[in-house]
T-cell receptor, first 113, second 116 residues
Framework: GQNIDQPTEMTATEGAIVQINCTYQTSGFNGLFWYQQHAGEAPTFLSYNVLDGLEEKGRFSSFLSRSKGYSYLLLKELQMKDSASYLCAVRDLSEAAGNKLTFGGGTRVLVKP | DVKVTQSSRYLVKRTGEKVFLECVQDMDHENMFWYRQDPGLGLRLIYFSYDVKMKEKGDIPEGYSVSREKKERFSLILESASTNQTSMYLC???????????????FGDGTRLSIL
Protein backbone atom coordinates (compact mmCIF):
# COMPACT_ATOMS: atom_id res chain seq x y z
CA GLY A 1 0.00 0.00 0.00
CA GLN A 2 0.88 3.64 -0.06
CA ASN A 3 0.77 6.49 2.42
CA ILE A 4 0.81 10.08 1.18
CA ASP A 5 0.93 13.12 3.45
CA GLN A 6 0.52 16.78 2.64
CA PRO A 7 -0.53 19.75 4.77
CA THR A 8 -4.24 20.42 4.98
CA GLU A 9 -4.19 24.16 4.44
CA MET A 10 -1.80 27.04 3.67
CA THR A 11 -2.30 30.78 3.40
CA ALA A 12 -0.13 33.16 1.41
CA THR A 13 -0.19 36.71 0.07
CA GLU A 14 -0.68 37.70 -3.54
CA GLY A 15 2.70 38.00 -5.28
CA ALA A 16 4.47 35.75 -2.78
CA ILE A 17 5.80 32.19 -3.08
CA VAL A 18 4.27 29.11 -1.50
CA GLN A 19 5.78 25.63 -1.23
CA ILE A 20 3.49 22.64 -0.77
CA ASN A 21 5.23 19.56 0.54
CA CYS A 22 4.26 15.96 -0.10
CA THR A 23 5.83 12.91 1.53
CA TYR A 24 5.06 9.39 0.48
CA GLN A 25 5.80 5.81 1.37
CA THR A 26 5.46 3.20 -1.32
CA SER A 27 6.73 -0.28 -2.06
CA GLY A 28 7.63 0.66 -5.63
CA PHE A 29 7.67 4.19 -7.01
CA ASN A 30 6.77 4.94 -10.63
CA GLY A 31 5.99 8.63 -10.84
CA LEU A 32 4.41 11.49 -8.93
CA PHE A 33 1.73 13.85 -10.21
CA TRP A 34 0.47 17.22 -8.99
CA TYR A 35 -3.07 18.38 -9.73
CA GLN A 36 -4.90 21.65 -9.10
CA GLN A 37 -8.57 21.60 -8.13
CA HIS A 38 -10.72 24.70 -7.80
CA ALA A 39 -13.78 24.40 -5.59
CA GLY A 40 -16.57 22.55 -7.37
CA GLU A 41 -14.42 21.74 -10.38
CA ALA A 42 -12.46 18.80 -11.76
CA PRO A 43 -8.80 18.29 -10.85
CA THR A 44 -6.50 19.46 -13.64
CA PHE A 45 -3.00 18.14 -14.27
CA LEU A 46 -0.10 20.42 -13.31
CA SER A 47 3.13 18.43 -13.33
CA TYR A 48 4.81 15.06 -13.38
CA ASN A 49 8.11 13.89 -11.83
CA VAL A 50 9.67 10.47 -12.13
CA LEU A 51 13.37 11.35 -11.84
CA ASP A 52 15.02 13.36 -9.05
CA GLY A 53 15.19 17.08 -9.57
CA LEU A 54 13.17 20.08 -10.50
CA GLU A 55 10.61 20.42 -13.29
CA GLU A 56 9.63 23.99 -14.14
CA LYS A 57 6.49 25.12 -15.93
CA GLY A 58 6.08 28.87 -15.86
CA ARG A 59 5.13 30.01 -12.35
CA PHE A 60 4.84 26.42 -11.13
CA SER A 61 7.73 24.07 -10.34
CA SER A 62 7.78 20.59 -8.87
CA PHE A 63 10.67 18.84 -7.18
CA LEU A 64 11.25 15.17 -6.42
CA SER A 65 13.67 13.27 -4.19
CA ARG A 66 13.03 9.55 -4.52
CA SER A 67 15.50 8.58 -1.79
CA LYS A 68 13.64 10.78 0.69
CA GLY A 69 10.13 9.98 -0.55
CA TYR A 70 9.54 13.70 -0.90
CA SER A 71 8.16 16.15 -3.40
CA TYR A 72 7.13 19.76 -3.34
CA LEU A 73 5.12 22.04 -5.58
CA LEU A 74 6.34 25.63 -5.73
CA LEU A 75 3.96 28.38 -6.75
CA LYS A 76 5.63 31.69 -7.55
CA GLU A 77 4.18 35.17 -8.05
CA LEU A 78 0.94 34.05 -6.49
CA GLN A 79 -2.28 35.28 -8.03
CA MET A 80 -5.78 35.27 -6.55
CA LYS A 81 -6.81 32.62 -9.09
CA ASP A 82 -4.25 30.23 -7.54
CA SER A 83 -6.57 29.79 -4.55
CA ALA A 84 -7.41 26.11 -4.91
CA SER A 85 -6.63 22.67 -3.56
CA TYR A 86 -3.42 21.01 -4.72
CA LEU A 87 -3.35 17.22 -4.88
CA CYS A 88 -0.25 15.05 -4.76
CA ALA A 89 -0.63 11.58 -6.32
CA VAL A 90 1.81 8.69 -6.56
CA ARG A 91 1.87 5.87 -9.10
CA ASP A 92 3.09 2.60 -7.71
CA LEU A 93 5.37 0.43 -9.83
CA SER A 94 3.09 -2.55 -9.42
CA GLU A 95 0.17 -0.58 -10.81
CA ALA A 96 2.01 0.93 -13.74
CA ALA A 97 0.09 -0.97 -16.38
CA GLY A 98 -3.15 0.44 -15.16
CA ASN A 99 -1.83 3.91 -14.40
CA LYS A 100 -3.48 3.65 -11.00
CA LEU A 101 -2.73 6.56 -8.67
CA THR A 102 -3.01 7.03 -4.93
CA PHE A 103 -3.89 10.58 -3.90
CA GLY A 104 -3.00 12.55 -0.83
CA GLY A 105 -5.73 14.44 1.00
CA GLY A 106 -4.96 17.68 -0.81
CA THR A 107 -3.65 21.05 0.38
CA ARG A 108 -6.03 23.97 0.29
CA VAL A 109 -4.17 27.17 -0.59
CA LEU A 110 -5.78 30.50 0.17
CA VAL A 111 -4.26 33.54 -1.51
CA LYS A 112 -4.98 36.84 0.23
CA PRO A 113 -4.67 40.33 -1.29
CA ASP B 1 -8.43 18.67 -25.77
CA VAL B 2 -9.40 15.63 -23.75
CA LYS B 3 -13.05 15.55 -22.85
CA VAL B 4 -14.38 13.42 -20.02
CA THR B 5 -18.12 13.84 -19.64
CA GLN B 6 -20.19 12.76 -16.69
CA SER B 7 -23.91 12.46 -17.28
CA SER B 8 -25.11 14.55 -14.34
CA ARG B 9 -23.62 17.35 -12.21
CA TYR B 10 -26.17 16.86 -9.43
CA LEU B 11 -28.27 13.85 -8.57
CA VAL B 12 -30.66 13.12 -5.70
CA LYS B 13 -31.77 9.55 -5.03
CA ARG B 14 -33.46 7.62 -2.25
CA THR B 15 -32.07 4.93 0.01
CA GLY B 16 -32.32 1.50 -1.58
CA GLU B 17 -32.52 2.75 -5.15
CA LYS B 18 -30.20 1.40 -7.84
CA VAL B 19 -28.17 4.33 -9.15
CA PHE B 20 -26.24 4.59 -12.41
CA LEU B 21 -23.48 7.15 -12.99
CA GLU B 22 -22.24 7.39 -16.55
CA CYS B 23 -18.90 8.58 -17.87
CA VAL B 24 -17.79 8.99 -21.47
CA GLN B 25 -14.36 9.98 -22.83
CA ASP B 26 -13.50 10.96 -26.38
CA MET B 27 -9.74 10.33 -26.45
CA ASP B 28 -9.59 6.57 -27.06
CA HIS B 29 -8.10 6.05 -23.59
CA GLU B 30 -7.63 2.47 -22.42
CA ASN B 31 -7.87 3.26 -18.72
CA MET B 32 -10.92 4.61 -16.92
CA PHE B 33 -11.41 5.25 -13.21
CA TRP B 34 -14.13 6.03 -10.68
CA TYR B 35 -13.30 7.96 -7.50
CA ARG B 36 -15.27 9.47 -4.71
CA GLN B 37 -14.13 12.65 -2.98
CA ASP B 38 -15.09 13.49 0.58
CA PRO B 39 -13.90 16.34 2.82
CA GLY B 40 -10.85 15.31 4.82
CA LEU B 41 -10.51 12.01 2.96
CA GLY B 42 -9.38 13.17 -0.45
CA LEU B 43 -9.85 11.18 -3.64
CA ARG B 44 -10.40 7.46 -3.09
CA LEU B 45 -10.44 4.93 -5.92
CA ILE B 46 -13.57 2.80 -6.18
CA TYR B 47 -12.96 0.81 -9.38
CA PHE B 48 -10.88 1.09 -12.49
CA SER B 49 -10.73 -0.56 -15.89
CA TYR B 50 -7.76 -0.94 -18.24
CA ASP B 51 -9.69 -2.41 -21.16
CA VAL B 52 -13.17 -3.17 -22.41
CA LYS B 53 -14.96 -5.66 -20.15
CA MET B 54 -12.05 -5.58 -17.71
CA LYS B 55 -12.44 -4.20 -14.19
CA GLU B 56 -10.32 -4.04 -11.08
CA LYS B 57 -11.31 -3.17 -7.53
CA GLY B 58 -9.86 -0.02 -6.07
CA ASP B 59 -9.55 0.84 -2.41
CA ILE B 60 -13.26 1.11 -1.55
CA PRO B 61 -15.32 -1.11 -3.90
CA GLU B 62 -17.91 -2.26 -1.36
CA GLY B 63 -21.44 -1.31 -2.36
CA TYR B 64 -20.44 -0.48 -5.93
CA SER B 65 -20.08 -2.26 -9.25
CA VAL B 66 -18.97 -1.10 -12.69
CA SER B 67 -19.55 -1.84 -16.34
CA ARG B 68 -17.28 -1.25 -19.35
CA GLU B 69 -19.02 -2.56 -22.45
CA LYS B 70 -17.46 -0.01 -24.80
CA LYS B 71 -14.03 1.58 -24.68
CA GLU B 72 -15.34 5.12 -24.33
CA ARG B 73 -17.91 4.46 -21.60
CA PHE B 74 -17.47 3.46 -17.95
CA SER B 75 -20.49 3.18 -15.67
CA LEU B 76 -20.59 3.15 -11.89
CA ILE B 77 -23.51 1.37 -10.26
CA LEU B 78 -24.71 1.72 -6.71
CA GLU B 79 -26.61 -1.54 -6.25
CA SER B 80 -28.69 -0.32 -3.30
CA ALA B 81 -27.91 3.27 -2.44
CA SER B 82 -27.24 4.17 1.18
CA THR B 83 -26.81 7.54 2.88
CA ASN B 84 -23.09 6.95 3.42
CA GLN B 85 -22.69 6.97 -0.37
CA THR B 86 -23.58 10.65 -0.49
CA SER B 87 -20.46 12.13 -2.05
CA MET B 88 -18.82 13.78 -5.05
CA TYR B 89 -18.06 11.14 -7.69
CA LEU B 90 -15.30 11.79 -10.21
CA CYS B 91 -14.55 9.84 -13.35
CA UNK B 92 -11.11 9.92 -14.99
CA UNK B 93 -9.40 8.40 -18.01
CA UNK B 94 -5.87 8.00 -19.35
CA UNK B 95 -3.69 6.13 -21.80
CA UNK B 96 -1.79 3.19 -20.45
CA UNK B 97 1.75 4.20 -19.41
CA UNK B 98 3.45 2.01 -22.01
CA UNK B 99 2.20 4.47 -24.66
CA UNK B 100 3.60 7.51 -22.89
CA UNK B 101 5.09 7.33 -19.44
CA UNK B 102 4.01 10.72 -18.17
CA UNK B 103 0.35 10.24 -18.99
CA UNK B 104 -1.85 11.99 -16.44
CA UNK B 105 -5.40 11.06 -15.67
CA UNK B 106 -7.98 13.48 -17.07
CA PHE B 107 -11.03 14.13 -14.93
CA GLY B 108 -14.67 14.86 -15.57
CA ASP B 109 -16.49 17.67 -13.75
CA GLY B 110 -17.93 15.30 -11.16
CA THR B 111 -21.40 14.25 -10.03
CA ARG B 112 -22.56 15.43 -6.64
CA LEU B 113 -24.80 12.60 -5.46
CA SER B 114 -27.13 12.92 -2.49
CA ILE B 115 -28.85 9.87 -1.04
CA LEU B 116 -31.86 10.72 1.09
Amino acid sequence: GQNIDQPTEMTATEGAIVQINCTYQTSGFNGLFWYQQHAGEAPTFLSYNVLDGLEEKGRFSSFLSRSKGYSYLLLKELQMKDSASYLCAVRDLSEAAGNKLTFGGGTRVLVKP
Amino acid sequence: DVKVTQSSRYLVKRTGEKVFLECVQDMDHENMFWYRQDPGLGLRLIYFSYDVKMKEKGDIPEGYSVSREKKERFSLILESASTNQTSMYLCASSFRPYRQHNQPQHFGDGTRLSIL
